[in-house]
């Protein structure tokens, strides 16, 4: 089973920049994907960001393209996720996921899933 602990959430204004860090454990190999997912109050569940390990492949939700930047760090099954410009909209809590099948874009699939960090954005 694999666990996964998210840090860097927080409260900043608009226009300011946040990163979260996320690090899985329990799992012998290398991810094949780790990603984000957010949720605000009232609202669906939105995949944000996910990257694929084997081939470094991202995908971005359209609504943070060019503002949010996902990555892995030389640690193993560590992934962070870079937001600048940050929106009120962005207001939501986030979570990570990872999947050892490789379906981070699958949340119906996805085996794995953190707790939460709050980002908080005010106009």
């Known amino acids: 089973q694999v666990q996964l602990v998210e840090s860097g959430g927080g409260s900043v204004q608009t226009g300011g920049s946040l990163r979260l860090s996320c690090a899985a454990s329990?799992?012998?190999?290398?991810?094949?994907?780790m990603g984000w997912y957010r949720q605000a109050p009232g609202k669906e569940r939105e995949g944000v960001a996910s990257?694929?390990?084997?081939?470094?492949?991202?995908y971005y939700a359209d609504s943070v393209k060019g503002r949010f930047t996902i990555s892995q760090s030389g640690a193993k099954n560590t992934v962070h996720l870079q937001m600048n410009s940050l929106k009120p909209e962005d207001t939501a809590m986030y979570y990570c996921?990872?999947?050892?099948?490789?379906?981070?874009?699958?949340?119906?699939?996805?085996?794995?899933w953190g707790q939460g960090t709050q980002v908080a954005v005010s106009s």
């Open positions: 329990g799992y012998r190999f290398v991810l094949p994907c």
């Open positions: 990257i694929y390990t084997g081939d470094d492949i991202t």
């Open positions: 996921v990872a999947d050892p099948g490789g379906y981070c874009r699958s949340p119906a699939k996805i085996r794995s």
